[in-house]
């Protein structure tokens, strides 16, 4: 099994900048992507940007150009910068974590999860 936690939200005001930080431990796969989502009241959860073992990176439209995922493989943890926050960014932000299993990637595991909220 995997564990993720979630750390680095807060309260924070428009144009400003958070990292959140995602720690892996337990039987993690060489080969993974772990990705950030989040869950704003009243909307469906959303993916936000993912990072693969090779470090290939993908960005959902509202956050390119401002968030910058990445990861450290010897420490087992993933980084998503946030710079430039909108109040439409606050939200429930999760990790999760996709095994490839050698022929397809396996149901994963997130993390509780950390509130970001931007104030205006």
């Known amino acids: 099994q995997v564990q993720l936690v979630e750390s680095g939200g807060g309260l924070v005001q428009a144009g400003g900048s958070l990292r959140l930080s995602c720690a892996a431990s337990?039987?993690?796969?060489?080969?993974?992507?772990i990705g950030w989502y989040r869950q704003a009241p009243g909307k469906e959860r959303e993916l936000v940007a993912t990072?693969?073992?090779?470090?290939?990176?993908n960005y959902a439209d509202s956050v390119k150009g401002r968030f910058t995922i990445s990861r450290d493989n010897a420490k087992n943890t993933v980084y998503l910068q946030m710079n430039s926050l909108k109040p439409e960014d606050t939200a429930v932000y999760y990790c999760?974590?996709?095994?490839?299993?050698?022929?397809?990637?396996?149901?994963?595991?997130w993390g509780q999860g950390t509130q970001v909220t931007v104030s205006s």
């Open positions: 337990g039987n993690i796969f060489s080969i993974n992507v």
């Open positions: 990072i693969s073992s090779a470090g290939s990176t």
């Open positions: 999760h974590l996709a095994p490839w299993s050698g022929t397809y990637f396996r149901a994963g595991y």
